[in-house]
């Protein structure tokens, strides 16, 4: 639909492929339950609560709401299965073989978790079909990794023996946000597993569905019982208990950087180790010289992705000053013609929020844009009143220490900031709390690694915009996070090392 235009229901918007209907029926077959020791099963509580459609505000299904009594079951059930030979004994090319068969489950399910994802979350089908090669990719990945994991023998005088072991961590605490969430639970259950370890995941109550289905499936593949364990539920409680269980061995979080602070102080009661993926406000350097088309493009589908719901989004522009009034007038036009509409219609670029609570969130930074000072030149309002849709959204002509340019949004608006040169450039992208993603563009190589190197930041891009792959880690300089996640680094996340020395 165009800005102006009213909401379709997403279920029926388009025909409906077989994972669709497979979707749907799964979801008709009723209350959705936690996964403890390999048994679906209510929460001892008995509680459930509802997860709904973003886009129609429509009630989907209920859920099993795990408390910290279903944590600890959960958590007996994890540590359990730590201990049982079953899993302790499973040789490495045995858990290759079994994260294989979960990324080939992945694949004969892409298009069902692609529409449950869509449906609960609100992102364009589109996107959530590349969610789902993207989770087998991940599984196929880490699935390389249990025969690479070893120590080493160090070296030492002669009359004694040296060596490391790599070892699991235990039982793992996973806590993930609703914005991505079935490419968080991949990047978590897949490392996790390949070091062998037991975990037991929280997805967010907003949106537990896709995880949920993908442990069904999980299940399928010989999977010992109690090694993944899923208690969606809120955060105050389930995911609180989790962070100070004092028998999790490890912590992974995704979600903002003050809920990390909260799980960091609740780690202590045992010493977690503890990987935190939070917050961002990332910079999107333009340079003079830069591939314009190119960087205009990529300017535009970053804060427009997900509906800006993207922790990496480059939702600062810095742009010379010599072209920024004319590359803020293409970005505009460019942003002004990204359709908002029903997730499940092809073309749709731009689906809803996940809440009303985040819209009105969203549209609160708008008025303090305005309010600041900003020039708002597109957008800034809610689409239908169906749905928590919001329109693509410019400032332009934005100082960085506007409220704008300083707090995460978590929607489609874009600040808009010149520059004077690349010092300068520098300075004010960096001129944050947060550093999780930047990029900078231009044809001059020496300046993009000059630039690179400066950015204070876990992923830089040069000459592009959020390309990810399972092989390039992220994480948070600054108040975006605590350790890294993907790639070798969450190999080393999810293990430990022990020095054995023996005198001869
Ligand atoms: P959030 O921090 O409110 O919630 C994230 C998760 O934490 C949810 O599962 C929630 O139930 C749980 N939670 C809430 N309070 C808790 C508590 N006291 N103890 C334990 N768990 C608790 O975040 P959100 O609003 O769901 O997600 C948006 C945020 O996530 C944004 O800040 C975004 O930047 C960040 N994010 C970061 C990354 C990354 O990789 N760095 C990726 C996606 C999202």
């Known amino acids: 639909m165009s800005s102006t235009a009213q909401t379709e229901k997403p279920v029926s918007a388009a025909p409906l492929t077989a994972g669709h209907q497979a979707a749907l029926a799964w979801l008709e077959t009723g209350p959705k339950r936690l996964l403890i020791d390999g048994r679906w099963v209510d929460a001892v509580s008995g509680k459930t609560f509802t997860t ?28 359990k299965a730590y201990e049982q030979p079953s899993w302790t004994g499973m040789s490495p090319h045995a858990r290759t073989r079994l994260l294989l068969k979960i990324a080939d ?50 070296p030492i005088d002669g009359a004694r023996f040296l060596y490391m072991l790599r070892e699991p961590m235990g039982v793992c605490g996973l806590i993930n946000a609703w914005n991505v969430p079935i490419v968080m639970a991949a990047n978590k259950i897949a490392p ?83 990987t935190l993926e939070l917050g961002g406000k990332s910079p999107n350097i333009i340079f003079p010289d830069a591939d314009m088309d190119l960087a205009i493009n990529a300017a535009v589908s970053t804060f427009c992705r997900n509906s800006g719901q993207i922790c990496s989004a480059g939702t600062r522009l810095f742009v ?23 997730p499940f219609a092809p073309d749709t ?23 600041g000072g900003a020039k708002l030149s597109l957008g800034g309002s809610r689409v239908g009143n169906v749905g928590y849709f919001v329109q693509p959204t410019v400032f332009a002509g934005v100082s960085n220490g506007m409220k704008i340019a300083r707090e995460e949004i978590f929607g489609p608006v874009l600040s808009i900031i010149g520059f004077k040169d690349e010092n300068d450039a520098v300075l004010q992208g960096n001129d944050t709390e947060y550093g999780l993603a930047a990029a900078v563009w231009t044809r001059d190589v020496s300046r993009a690694h000059r630039v690179a190197r400066s950015l204070k930041s876990g992923r830089v891009w040069i000459n592009t915009y959020a390309e990810a792959d399972p092989v390039m880690s992220m994480g948070g300089y600054k108040q975006s996070g605590y350790g890294r996640e993907l790639g070798m680094e969450s190999i080393e996340a999810y293990t430990q090392t022990k020095s054995v020395m023996m005198r001869l």
């Open 52 to 79: 709904f459609d973003p886009a129609t505000e429509q009630a989907l299904v209920e859920v099993a709401e795990a408390d910290s009594a279903d944590v600890d079951r959960a958590v007996v059930a994890a540590r």
């Open 105 to 154: 489950v992945v694949d004969q399910h892409a298009e069902e978790l692609a529409v449950l994802e869509t449906i609960d979350s609100g992102a364009p089908i589109a996107s959530t079909r590349a969610r789902s090669v993207q989770v087998a990719e991940i599984f196929r990945y880490y699935a390389g990794w249990p025969t690479k994991i070893f120590g080493t023998t160090n």
């Open 192 to 274: 996790a597993v390949a070091c062998g370890n037991t975990l037991v995941l929280k997805p967010a109550e907003q949106a537990p569905l896709s995880t949920l289905r993908l442990a069904e499936l999980i299940e399928q593949t010989g999977m010992p019982p109690g090694v993944v364990n899923i208690v969606p539920g809120y955060g105050a409680t389930a995911g609180a208990a989790i962070a100070a269980h004092p028998d999790i061995d490890k912590v992974a979080f995704t979600g903002s950087t003050a809920v990390g602070r909260a799980i960091l102080q609740a780690s202590t009661v045992n010493m977690k180790k503890v």
């Open 320 to 342: 010379h000053e010599s072209v920024v009034d004319e590359v803020g007038e293409r970005v505009t036009a460019l942003a002004a013609g990204y359709k908002v509409g029903a």
């Open 349 to 371: 670029q731009l689906g809803p929020l996940i809440s009303e609570r985040q819209m009105e969130r969203v549209l609160s930074y708008v008025d303090a844009g305005r309010e």
